[in-house]
């Protein structure tokens, strides 16, 4: 499939070349930033991944087989390449300091998948390795990508690899591949056990919400399948029914989903926040989307905490939307936080999730990081500090007291990928204090905090529970592997797997996978 726009990755520099080699573009000098809180980031540059090189050729289109160097390469050992199996990819472009976006492939006797499309050009065999997939969007803007393997090392392909627009170069530089597969010895279960899977129709699921015994799935468009909202009755977990499913024919990318009283809020990339009343659980009925009378708005996500509704815009211009919510199902515009040089200087991101505790907003700025916003006046915001680290794509959280202290769990969303365990009892200067890593190729999404229990969907690595009871050192107490390997659509994307996770207080953990759909569990 085509990479949706909830995967929101790294903007690469655009490049161009000649006849002698690639040259970069000179780009403009970037905002000044504060030096990272943390030197320790997601990403760690371990140089070129690949001995081969992206050249132009005369005469040879962009993206075509001739335009990478392998000489230096040890093709031979591509022989050893699984065949049948999803990777995960991580483009290292040339520049100096490189960026880094993901990505994935799948190799199948049936049919491969790069970039979520089949693949206009395909070479595999045991001295070859080339993908090569070509996309159009609707204003006829052709974008064209293509891999070629250097050499193979057990699980792990390194290459080269060309992006092209318009038959132009866009970037270039090496990448490195790795085979997804459950972690060694593990099963597929360990302390949750799966009472119920109920699949989604509408596009692909993202996130769900639970309440009046009901659950509230909202999805993104998915191919020709646009998204919705499909609601499922699960007073008997064992056995959701499936009540009723929405989708409006030019807004349908729903992204993120929260309840309070007989309202339902649902994050729009199309028009904001959409509101339904949903004092019938099973029929919710459309009242209106916010903000009014500004025109298209992109929101990611939405939280609720006590008489407030925040709301993760991405865009036109990124900020965290406030309205109040006394009551819920008219909501009203209270106040909004920018950060300095959002929309203006690209790595400062824009807001993507977000959680509210004890009067404060905590906001996940992807590239700009983790940020702690003062939000007692809602109309005058103000930030009190923010946790920085480079590489940055803070991208989810949770907060909680623990004794007295104010511990904060956060994660990005992308290549290496981690928890971070913050200290943010002083929120000018939060401190990192520990950590949860898994493997640097899949990325965790969402978080929930009960108690001392972080519940964490953690994308092919399926459902992750910890005990947080020191929160220094994290201890995995269960989990439960989503990916079987043969679900549609395994492989197109990187952000694949368990994507939306909610612990609602009736006995069980509700996980929303991007294949599945939505699995239930008892709390373990």
């Known amino acids: 499939m085509k990479s949706p726009r909830w995967a929101r990755v790294t903007v690469v520099a655009a490049w161009?070349?000649?006849?002698?080699?690639?040259?970069?573009?000179?780009t403009p000098a970037p905002t000044p930033k504060p030096p990272p809180t943390e030197s320790q980031g997601d990403w760690e540059d371990p140089g070129r991944y690949a001995a081969c090189q992206v050249y132009s050729v005369k005469g040879v289109a962009c993206g075509e087989p001739e335009v990478f160097d392998l000489a230096s390469c040890d093709t031979g050992s591509l022989?050893?390449?699984?065949?049948?199996?999803?990777?995960?990819?991580?483009?290292?472009?040339?520049?100096?300091p490189p960026t880094i976006s993901p990505d994935a492939f799948r190799l199948s006797p049936s049919g491969h998948s790069y970039?979520?499309?089949?693949?206009?050009?395909?070479?595999?065999?045991?001295?070859?390795?080339?993908?090569?997939?070509?996309?159009?969007?609707?204003?006829?803007?052709?974008?064209?990508?293509?891999?070629?393997g250097c050499r193979a090392e057990g699980d792990r392909l390194y290459g080269c690899y060309a992006g092209c627009r318009n038959g132009q170069f866009i970037?270039?530089?090496?990448?490195?591949?790795?085979?997804?597969?459950?972690?060694p010895?593990?099963?597929?279960?360990?302390?949750?056990?799966?009472?119920?899977?109920?699949?989604?129709s509408h596009g692909l699921a993202a996130d769900v919400y639970v309440t009046q015994g009901h659950a509230y799935v909202v999805s993104l468009p998915l191919g020709g399948t646009p998204g919705g909202l499909s609601v499922f009755d699960v007073r008997d977990p064992a056995a959701p029914v499936l009540k009723t499913e929405i989708?409006?024919?030019?807004?349908?990318?729903?992204n993120g989903v929260w309840a309070q009283?007989?309202?339902l809020y649902v994050a729009s990339a199309n028009t904001g926040v959409i509101t339904f009343d949903i004092s019938n659980p099973a029929a919710p009925r459309l009242l209106r989307s916010l903000p009014s009378g500004v025109g298209a708005i992109d929101?990611?996500?939405?939280?609720?905490?006590?008489?407030?509704?925040?709301?993760?815009?991405?865009?036109?211009?990124?900020?965290?939307?406030?309205?109040?919510?006394?009551q819920p199902t008219e909501p009203a515009p209270l106040g909004e936080y920018v950060e300095p040089g959002a929309g203006v200087d690209w790595t400062v991101g824009f807001p993507h999730d977000a959680l509210a505790f004890e009067g404060r907003l905590y906001i996940n700025h992807w590239r700009a990081g983790y940020l702690v916003v003062d939000v007692s006046d809602p109309r005058e915001p103000k930030k009190l500090g923010a946790f920085t680290y480079p590489y940055a794509t803070s991208h989810a959280n949770a907060v909680g007291r623990f004794g007295d202290r104010l511990i904060a769990f956060e994660g990005g969303e992308s290549w290496g990928a981690h928890l971070r365990v913050l200290d943010v009892t002083d929120p000018t200067n939060p401190r990192r204090i520990g950590e949860y890593k898994l493997s640097e190729h899949v990325s965790i999404h969402n978080m929930v905090l009960v108690g001392q229990r972080l519940y964490i969907a953690h994308y092919q690595h399926g459902v992750r529970v910890l005990d947080v009871s020191v929160p220094e050192s994290p201890r995995e107490v269960a989990y439960f592997n989503t990916v079987k390997g043969t679900e549609p659509h395994r492989g197109e994307g990187f952000y694949d797997g368990a994507i939306g996770i909610r612990v609602p207080g009736d006995g069980h953990v509700y996980v929303i996978d991007t294949s599945r759909g939505m699995l239930i569990f008892p709390e373990p």
């Open 247 to 254: 989708s409006l024919p030019k807004d349908n990318y729903w």
């Open 299 to 326: 929101v990611h996500t939405v939280f609720v905490e006590g008489e407030r509704l925040y709301a993760m815009s991405v865009g036109p211009l990124p900020k965290a939307l406030i309205f109040d919510i006394r």
């Open 79 to 96: 022989a050893g390449l699984a065949r049948d199996a999803a990777y995960t990819v991580v483009y290292r472009t040339e520049r100096a």
């Open 261 to 263: 009283g007989n309202a």
């Open 185 to 200: 010895g593990e099963a597929e279960a360990s302390g949750l056990t799966l009472v119920s899977e109920s699949p989604v």
């Open 171 to 183: 970037n270039y530089g090496t990448f490195l591949a790795q085979r997804v597969s459950r972690r």
């Open 16 to 26: 161009m070349v000649s006849a002698c080699g690639p040259e970069p573009v000179p």
């Open 115 to 148: 970039r979520g499309v089949t693949p206009a050009q395909a070479r595999l065999d045991d001295r070859d390795f080339f993908l090569s997939s070509t996309s159009t969007n609707d204003a006829g803007v052709s974008t064209r990508y293509s891999l070629r």
